[in-house]
């Protein structure tokens, strides 16, 4: 049973790599229903061009693998970090990296010395690869709000594209007094194969479910801070 857990933690941690990368929204089968719900864009007139960065207090990564077919076992990263560059009268041109801190996993109640296990060179291998990486490669707006976002992931040592189906949620320019710098919100929904990335341990054989799925679900819920407001000039 223990090593079923770990490879959920297995499956989680792929999940939340692809996680680590916050722009655009797009849709697919998964990322139909929030893009759907969205029936009027948010506006971008007022959002200024520039770097943005993720705020870490609003920035959230989780994932989720299925478990013996009973449930779906889900986690989450903590440490993410991501920049984008945009120009919002061009989103298409977008550019986007994000690095994920792998000894940032959170797990639900792991039993003692787990997270050292799921660490070590068995799974994430942390000493040796203490990062996981996502760069975008191209962007394709699908909506008035929602874009289809296509990058290259780099998990254990190992490097695949992985696509994030994303939604502009809006933002604002800067309220003077209370938060002097832009802020944009997005929300991402991805999925990607643990196998692909040299984490196939555990996965059921087929026509069985004991084990940990192969397919590793994540959604991303995150703000970015961007270029500070401008005063009016005198």
Same mark, same amino acid.
């Given at each position: 049973?223990?090593?079923?857990?770990?490879?959920?933690?297995?499956?989680?941690?792929?999940?939340?790599?692809?996680?680590?990368?916050?722009?655009?929204?797009?849709?697919?089968?998964?990322?139909?229903?929030?893009?759907?719900?969205?029936?009027?864009?948010?506006?971008?007139?007022?959002?200024?061009?520039?770097? #943005?960065?993720?705020?870490?207090? +609003?920035?959230?990564?989780?994932?989720?693998?299925?478990?013996?077919? #009973?449930?779906? #076992?889900?986690?989450?990263?903590?440490?993410?970090?991501?920049?984008?560059?945009?120009?919002?009268? +061009?989103?298409?041109?977008?550019?986007?990296?994000?690095?994920?801190?792998?000894?940032?996993?959170?797990?639900?109640?792991?039993?003692?010395?787990? +997270?050292?296990?799921? $660490? /070590?060179? $068995?799974?994430?291998?942390?000493?040796?690869?203490?990062?996981?990486?996502?760069?975008?490669?191209?962007?394709? $707006?699908?909506?008035?709000?929602?874009?289809?976002?296509?990058?290259?992931?780099?998990? +254990?040592?190992?490097?695949?594209?992985?696509?994030? #189906?994303?939604?502009?949620? *809006?933002?604002?320019? *800067?309220?003077?007094?209370?938060?002097?710098?832009?802020?944009? /919100?997005?929300?991402?929904?991805?999925?990607?194969?643990?196998?692909?990335? *040299?984490?196939?341990? *555990?996965?059921?054989?087929?026509?069985?479910? $004991?084990?940990?799925?192969?397919?590793?679900?994540?959604?991303?819920?995150?703000?970015?801070?961007?270029?500070?407001?401008?005063?009016?000039?005198?």
């Amino acid at each position: 049973m223990k090593r079923l857990l770990i490879t959920c933690t297995v499956l989680s941690l792929c999940a939340l790599n692809l996680a680590a990368c916050t722009p655009k929204k797009a849709d697919q089968p998964a990322a139909e229903s929030v893009s759907a719900s969205a029936s009027a864009a948010p506006s971008v007139a007022n959002i200024p061009a520039g770097d #943005y960065k993720t705020d870490p207090a +609003h920035t959230s990564l989780t994932f989720g693998v299925d478990h013996l077919s #009973y449930s779906h #076992y889900t986690a989450h990263f903590t440490k993410i970090d991501a920049q984008l560059k945009l120009d919002p009268a +061009h989103p298409e041109t977008a550019t986007l990296s994000a690095t994920i801190d792998p000894q940032s996993l959170e797990l639900n109640s792991p039993p003692k010395g787990f +997270h050292d296990e799921m $660490m /070590g060179k $068995m799974f994430f291998d942390a000493a040796s690869f203490p990062k996981i990486t996502y760069t975008s490669t191209k962007i394709d $707006m699908t909506g008035a709000n929602t874009a289809r976002v296509t990058g290259d992931l780099t998990l +254990h040592g190992v490097t695949r594209p992985v696509t994030l #189906y994303v939604t502009f949620n *809006g933002g604002y320019p *800067g309220l003077a007094g209370m938060d002097p710098n832009a802020r944009i /919100g997005f929300s991402a929904k991805g999925k990607l194969k643990r196998s692909l990335f *040299g984490m196939g341990y *555990g996965v059921p054989a087929p026509g069985t479910t $004991m084990g940990v799925g192969d397919d590793v679900d994540f959604s991303i819920e995150t703000e970015m801070t961007g270029p500070a407001l401008k005063t009016a000039e005198k």
